[in-house]
């Protein structure tokens, strides 16, 4: 019986893996030369700057690049604390990011850091519905570290930890970019479906048992409003 289990596992693990990669090439995007993916204009080079890393170029490095995003933060509950692990993680993010907003990834660019050692990926968001701060706009864009695209039919992969996809939706964490006229992702975002948020790593957060998406942006506003109180 152990054994069966353990076959079976392995055989699920694989299928997944298969699916990512299949859903990976289903998505890729195709250049003749490494020129095409450089950073051209000026809000592009201020982003390829914001993700620069030191290491060795992608055209020398074996096409691949395994990009390390974070350790997990270390959660620390006071003695008596009502807050659960999840409460103090989204509470952090919350406060922590300069922008969150519900919106559809609809296409993407994927271009060189500064120094040519990592994929960043540039995302273009149907914005829904602002969280905070309150902006007007129905568009931004949303960059994340990582990427896959073949240049010459040959693939260069930068791995990241971020799994958006072309016509998902989510609810976004987001940093600024200093004059790179984008956001960059703060954190994992959460899928929507079906107008039901998954909590993703906030489980038992405030926003775990609501579901529905009009729900989930009220509690986050009210978050980040309480931000800075103690």
């Avoid at 299928?15 to 490494?34: C, G, I, N, S, Y």
């Amino acid at each position: 019986m152990r054994m069966a289990v353990h076959v079976s596992l392995l055989a699920l693990t694989a299928t997944a893996v298969l699916a990512h990669q299949q859903a990976r090439e289903a998505q890729t995007m195709e250049v003749r030369t490494a020129a095409e993916l450089r950073a051209r204009t000026p809000v592009e080079v201020a982003r390829a700057k914001f993700f620069d890393a030191d290491g060795t170029p992608l055209a020398q490095a074996g096409n691949t690049v395994m990009l390390s995003i974070g350790e997990p933060t270390a959660i620390f509950l006071r003695p008596g604390s009502k807050e659960t692990e999840g409460e103090i993680l989204l509470r952090g993010s919350v406060c922590a990011n300069a922008a969150m907003f519900v919106g559809s990834a609809m296409s993407y660019r994927l271009l060189l850091n500064r120094q040519e050692t990592q994929l960043f990926t540039n995302w273009t968001v149907q914005v829904d519905a602002w969280i905070f701060p309150q902006r007007r706009e129905v568009e931004s864009v949303v960059a994340h570290r990582g990427g896959y695209v073949k240049v010459n039919g040959a693939p260069w992969i930068s791995e990241s930890h971020f799994d958006i996809h072309a016509g998902g939706r989510y609810v976004f964490f987001l940093m600024d970019i200093p004059s790179g006229d984008a956001f960059a992702l703060g954190d994992q975002p959460l899928p929507v479906m079906a107008d039901r948020v998954s909590p993703g790593r906030f489980k038992d957060s405030p926003i775990s048992g609501l579901g529905d998406a009009k729900s989930v942006v009220t509690e986050l506003k009210n978050i980040r409003s309480s931000c800075g109180r103690k």
